[in-house]
Structures are given as structure tokens and as C-alpha cells.
């Protein structure tokens, strides 16, 4: 059992609610930033629970900021935890929320989980992760509902979206300049994580690929790549 199973099977706190299957993904990310001081974003308070849990996971350093549409969320404020009021929705939020807040090392969206939420969020915040942070959207399943804004291989589901930053990951291997080419995107990031209903982004600054030979050829005349 992870540690942040640990915790939230034996929560002594607010209500949380997970998918099981969340916390070995979050152990995997999240664990080089233990009791560092970092500063945690994560959108949908919920009741507050889980907030805590990222407070007692990452220990006393870590600043812990948690959106919300909802104001009655306000009162969950404690040591170390911060909550704002806003909607996720809305670019003009989160232009003012990426300018008033530190750099952010760990995004988590669990907000509304609407596709124009998701998409909106992650273009409007991507940029304010720091250099070597991770940007998380959970609860991605509502890709595939059309309750949510989704469907399947419905264009405009956050899934779908994703799977178009696979091709900018790999764009500095473009042979159409003009159509494809590298983006920021392509630039500081490092990976792309798909589990069952989470996606996972870490970033780091990238220079362009590079390949070398080594050892001695056993076949001459070998036609190039």
C-alpha cells in the first residue's frame, strides 16, 4: 500500500473521494517532491479532504492552493492551505490566477471534468508549471460522456486533445516544416502519461534529439534511415 493510500484509508480528515487505481500514479509522479518546498495547484476542493492529503503528503514545506467554484469551499482554509474562489472555465480567472499565485511545481485538475474546462485550463495554465513540474488531469473518462461535452473519438474531448500533443512531442522530427513544427509544448516538455482516465504530463526543457554510432559495422552499402 502506497503511502497516500495509507492515509486516505485511514483518513482522520475532511472527505475524500478517489479511484483506487489514482494512487500508485500519484506515488509515481508526485514522490521526487516530497518535503521540498513546492507549491501544489489543484482544481475541485470537493470537501476539502483531499487537500489535507496533499499537505500531510508532501510535508510542512509545501504550499497547497485549491480552486474552486464553489465559496462555501473558503472555509476549508488551514495552515498551509489556501483556497480561491473562481471558474475554471473562465481564461480571464486563470490569467489573473497564474499571475497571482508562485510557479507551480504539481497542477492537478479535478474540477467540473467538462471538456471545455479541461482544455481551457490546461491551455490557459500549462505555461505556469515550473521547468521540471507535472501537470495532472484525473477523472479523463468523462472524455467518453456526452453529458460532459464528450463522446467517443469525439474531436473535442480532453482525451482526444491529448492524444494531438503526441504528434507535438515528436515534432522536432517533422519533415514539414511549414505544417508541423515544434511548439513550446514541444520545447519544455519531456513526457506523456496515459492511464486509465488520468493524464499525466511532465515537463522539462528539451533540445533538439540527437543520435550518434558507435563499435565497429558489420554491413556496408546499409541504406540511410
Wanted: charged fraction near 20%; charge should be negative; proline fraction near 6%.
Amino acid at each position: 500500500m502506497t503511502d497516500l493510500n495509507h492515509y486516505f484509508q485511514n483518513n482522520p480528515g475532511r472527505l475524500i473521494h478517489k479511484w483506487l487505481h489514482y494512487f500508485p500514479i500519484y506515488e509515481h509522479h508526485f514522490a521526487r517532491f516530497r518535503n521540498q518546498p513546492i507549491t501544489l495547484l489543484e482544481f475541485g476542493v470537493f470537501h476539502g479532504g483531499s487537500l489535507q492529503m496533499w499537505k500531510h503528503y508532501f510535508g510542512p514545506q509545501a504550499k497547497i492552493i485549491g480552486v474552486d467554484i464553489n465559496p462555501e469551499c473558503k472555509a476549508f482554509e488551514e495552515e498551509q492551505i489556501e483556497i480561491i474562489i473562481g471558474d475554471q472555465e473562465n481564461r480571464q480567472f486563470l490569467a489573473d490566477l497564474g499571475a497571482a499565485i508562485p510557479p507551480i511545481d504539481i497542477l492537478i485538475d479535478d474540477g467540473g471534468h467538462r471538456m471545455n474546462q479541461q482544455i481551457t485550463t490546461f491551455e490557459e495554465m500549462y505555461g505556469k508549471i515550473t521547468a521540471q513540474g507535472v501537470y495532472l488531469c484525473e477523472d479523463t473518462m468523462t472524455s467518453y460522456w456526452s453529458r460532459h461535452g464528450g463522446g467517443y473519438r469525439n474531436p473535442n474531448s480532453f482525451i482526444e486533445y491529448s492524444k494531438n500533443l503526441i504528434d507535438l512531442l515528436h515534432a522536432w522530427h517533422s519533415k514539414d516544416q511549414e505544417s508541423f513544427n515544434c511548439t513550446p509544448f514541444t520545447q519544455m516538455t519531456d513526457s506523456i502519461h496515459f492511464y486509465n482516465s488520468v493524464v499525466a504530463i511532465e515537463k522539462s526543457p528539451q533540445q533538439k534529439p540527437s543520435h550518434q554510432k558507435t563499435g565497429t559495422p558489420s554491413f556496408f552499402n546499409q541504406p540511410p534511415c
